[in-house]
């Protein structure tokens, strides 16, 4: 399927808080109530459509273990959305999501971060319309121009590289 554009996504939060299952009920609208603990990071695909475009979301799910925390922030670099997951029945994930936050932000200061996947795709897309966004721009890698979707005058043209 072709889309407009690639957004490269992380999810982070606590080990246990559901990163995992969220992602393949997103993904792949599936429900699993359990799922083995993440070692390093796993990653899955959705194309959803913003202002009559297909954007592929590439979302990268970090494990949550304080033990893998460094190899996780490699996973970070390039990313330009990141989902906050935390478990509403354990107030400590939540308390620990300005940790959480304070990783993402020193990867990438124009991060978009939120709760929800298709509003920071939306206002990723929008910056990039409102030129706040550069895509030639190294700092972007997280995003890259689709096929056919885009006219060359707007960005890197040519298809992405990333396999789903």
Known sequence: ????????????????????????????????????????????????????????????????????????????????GALLVYDITRRVTFDNLGSWLEDVQSSYPNMNIMLAFIKTTATIYRKIQDGVLDIRNESTRGIQVGYGEVKSSVGRGGACCTSA
């Open 1 to 80: 399927m072709s889309f407009a554009y690639l957004f490269k996504y992380i999810m982070v939060g606590d080990s246990g808080v559901g990163k995992s299952c969220l992602l393949l009920q997103f993904t792949d609208k599936r429900f699993q109530p359990f799922h083995d603990l993440t070692v390093g990071a796993e990653f899955g695909t959705r194309t959803i459509t913003i202002h009559n475009k297909p954007i592929k979301l590439q979302i990268w799910d970090t494990a949550g273990q304080e033990k893998f925390r460094s190899i996780t922030k490699c996973y970070y670099r390039g990313s330009v």
